[in-house]
């Protein structure tokens, strides 16, 4: 499938098919515009098979343009692994049907593509009509605890980027029962960006000097920590070096969103990144409340920095060609080497 088009067409994010395979592969509908692309016999490329008749079913699913013919876009993969921010790859198949097999829950579905950590909208089962909020919860939040054995640190799923809808909830899902996922993404992105916004709102009231920060700091990285690890936990030891993962990062973070006052200003989702110890730390959150001027340097104006540094080349010169017609080129450049 190709992008190929007319000029006049604005549509670069739709492949089309070229009409030579066009008799050699199908769309199955998938339900809410969603179709997977299966290979029929006679495609060139098709050197095996997944089913009886002998085409493939790709698992690749797109869905359609509402106006041009043979325009698809390409949704997701039907086994749908999720890519976090940090490139971290997240299966959450075994995940959901853990919870599925709740007789609590009927539906749940984890989402987080591009985002720093997952987040799971639970729909659940109509034996919990009439329950209370506080109720449903106290039912759910073990489910979810357990479920979260199963996946590795970086993927598992912290209870403030759960959202619980009503059980009479409408979502897509096929003729069988199974939910569609892509259009279950479109269907719900309004409510799956607003459990992002609540996350990272910053609303602590505490306002701590500097020094009440670092103490602070302290408290909450014993509670993260393991035992071995906190003997190791100094006001200047790198978090990361004493076993810190992306997953504790991001919880630190919320934390210190909820509780510390940075003046109404939002907590960047890198900060622990940024300033990974507990003095870059404190004195960050500091000057974020105080506006004071930032004694610590970025990870990203690090990089930029080296970049800046290390960046510095001679021009091309080129040298005309030879009377054989072969061309001799000179590339010559500098490298400046500094000690760090």
């Known amino acids: 499938?190709?992008?190929?088009?007319?000029?006049?067409?604005?549509?670069?994010?739709?492949?089309?098919?070229?009409?030579?395979?066009?008799?050699?592969?199908?769309?199955?509908?998938?339900?809410?515009?969603?179709?997977?692309?299966?290979?029929?016999?006679?495609?060139?490329?098709?050197v095996a098979s997944n089913r009886d008749d002998g085409s493939y079913a790709t698992k690749d699913l797109f869905t359609p343009h509402p106006t041009i013919p043979d325009a698809w876009k390409y949704l997701a993969r039907a086994d749908d692994t999720i890519v976090l921010m940090n490139g971290e790859k997240v299966t959450p198949i075994a995940f959901e049907q853990s919870l599925r097999d709740s007789k609590y829950i009927s539906e749940a579905v984890v989402f987080g593509s591009g985002k720093t950590r997952i987040g799971m909208i639970i729909i659940p089962s109509p034996t919990t009509d009439g329950m209370s909020g506080n109720e449903l919860e106290g039912l759910l939040i073990p489910v979810v605890s357990k479920a979260n054995e199963l996946m590795p640190a970086y993927a598992q799923l912290s209870l403030d980027m759960v959202r619980i809808l009503p059980d009479d909830?409408?979502?897509?899902?096929?003729?069988?029962?199974?939910?569609?996922?892509?259009?279950?993404y479109r269907t719900f992105a309004t409510q799956i960006e607003s459990i992002y916004s609540?996350?990272?709102?910053?609303?602590?009231?505490?306002?701590?000097?500097?020094?009440?920060?670092?103490?602070?700091?302290?408290?909450?990285?014993?509670?993260?920590?393991p035992p071995t690890a906190v003997s190791l936990l100094e006001d200047t030891t790198d978090f990361f070096s004493i076993g810190v993962d992306s997953l504790q990062a991001i919880q630190l973070q919320s934390v210190l969103g909820k509780k510390i006052d940075t003046g109404g200003k939002k907590l960047a989702s890198n900060i622990i990144f940024d300033f990974p110890s507990i003095n870059l730390l404190a004195n960050e959150l500091h000057?974020?409340?105080?506006?004071?001027?930032?004694?610590?340097?970025?990870?990203?104006?690090?990089?930029?920095?080296?970049?800046?540094?290390?960046?510095?080349?001679?021009?091309?010169?080129?040298?005309?060609?030879?009377?054989?017609?072969?061309?001799?080129?000179?590339?010559?450049?500098s490298l400046s080497v500094e000690t760090f």
Not at 301 to 313: A, H, N, T
């Open 287 to 333: 000057r974020l409340r105080t506006g004071g001027a930032s004694h610590a340097c970025s990870t990203t104006s690090q990089m930029e920095e080296l970049i800046r540094r290390y960046s510095s080349f001679d021009k091309h010169v080129p040298v005309e060609c030879t009377k054989n017609g072969q061309c001799i080129v000179s590339c010559i450049f």
């Open 1 to 46: 499938m190709t992008s190929a088009r007319d000029l006049r067409d604005k549509a670069w994010d739709y492949v089309r098919l070229p009409p030579a395979f066009k008799n050699f592969v199908k769309f199955e509908p998938k339900g809410a515009d969603v179709y997977e692309l299966v290979a029929l016999n006679g495609l060139p490329s098709k």
């Open 198 to 225: 609540d996350a990272e709102v910053s609303t602590g009231e505490l306002r701590l000097t500097e020094d009440e920060l670092r103490e602070y700091l302290r408290n909450e990285m014993r509670k993260m920590l």
């Open 169 to 184: 909830t409408e979502y897509p899902r096929t003729d069988k029962g199974t939910v569609i996922r892509p259009a279950f």
